[in-house]
């Protein structure tokens, strides 16, 4: 399919963008508040997954959310190939591309639970280290830019955190989990926003 030609196909992927990490946001909170045995300090979210009650709307929105975040990230990627933003800088294609690679294991993470053994630990650490990596990338292309500096620098430092925070002793994984990937849903809404209101970078 070609975006470049189709206005409107592009705006409705600009809106996918914000859907996308909404419904995971979203499915994510429901099922906590309906598992009162789920602890952010005892659990990992994955947890959630394989839960009787509300596995099936964990593991959804995750597959649901993920997928419209790859088709969203797919046009945006496209668009910095093309240099549309960005300058058409190096670093701010592969951070995109990165992220948008990401979401095809996060997809995994809901289709693949953890009662699967270690190739559900391996997606999700496979989503953890590409988002986060892109992270880092887009991050350096958006600090050079005036406006955007401070968009920029949250992405570097939330990166930064999001890896650090896995060198510390925890029971549970669930807080390091939400800290690497909150940072990651809020930049791809931040770029689904702009590319809905045509601002160039």
């Given at each position: 399919?070609?975006?470049?030609?189709?206005?409107?196909?592009?705006?409705?992927?600009?809106?996918?963008?914000?859907?996308?990490?909404?419904?995971?946001?979203?499915?994510?909170?429901?099922?906590?508040?309906?598992?009162?045995?789920?602890?952010?300090?005892?659990?990992?979210?994955?947890?959630?997954?394989?839960?009787?009650?509300v596995g099936w709307l964990f593991n959804s929105g995750l597959v649901i959310g993920g997928f419209l975040i790859l088709l969203?990230?797919?046009?945006?990627?496209?668009?910095?190939?093309?240099?549309?933003?960005?300058?058409?800088?190096?670093?701010?294609?592969?951070?995109?591309?990165?992220?948008?690679?990401?979401?095809?294991?996060?997809?995994?993470?809901?289709?693949?639970?953890?009662?699967?053994?270690?190739?559900?630990?391996?997606?999700?650490?496979?989503?953890?280290?590409?988002?986060?990596?892109?992270?880092?990338?887009?991050?350096?292309?958006?600090?050079?830019?005036?406006?955007?500096?401070?968009?920029?620098?949250?992405?570097?430092?939330s990166a930064i955190v999001g890896f650090g925070v896995w060198t510390l002793p925890w029971d549970g994984i669930a807080i390091?989990?939400?800290?690497?990937?909150?940072?990651?849903?809020?930049?791809?809404?931040?770029?689904?926003?702009?590319?809905?209101?045509?601002?160039?970078?």
């Open positions: 399919m070609n975006f470049d030609k189709s206005h409107k196909m592009r705006g409705l992927l600009s809106i996918f963008g914000i859907i996308g990490p909404l419904v995971i946001i979203s499915s994510m909170l429901i099922s906590i508040y309906l598992s009162p045995w789920w602890s952010f300090t005892e659990n990992a979210l994955s947890d959630l997954g394989v839960d009787n009650k969203f990230m797919s046009k945006f990627t496209f668009d910095l190939i093309k240099n549309r933003f960005l300058s058409g800088r190096l670093s701010s294609k592969i951070g995109s591309l990165l992220i948008c690679i990401s979401a095809v294991p996060l997809m995994g993470v809901g289709l693949i639970t953890e009662d699967a053994g270690m190739i559900h630990t391996y997606d999700a650490t496979a989503f953890y280290v590409l988002a986060m990596s892109g992270e880092i990338f887009i991050g350096h292309s958006l600090v050079k830019e005036k406006k955007y500096w401070l968009l920029g620098l949250f992405s570097i430092l390091p989990e939400i800290i690497g990937a909150v940072p990651v849903f809020t930049i791809v809404i931040i770029f689904a926003i702009l590319s809905i209101l045509k601002i160039q970078f």
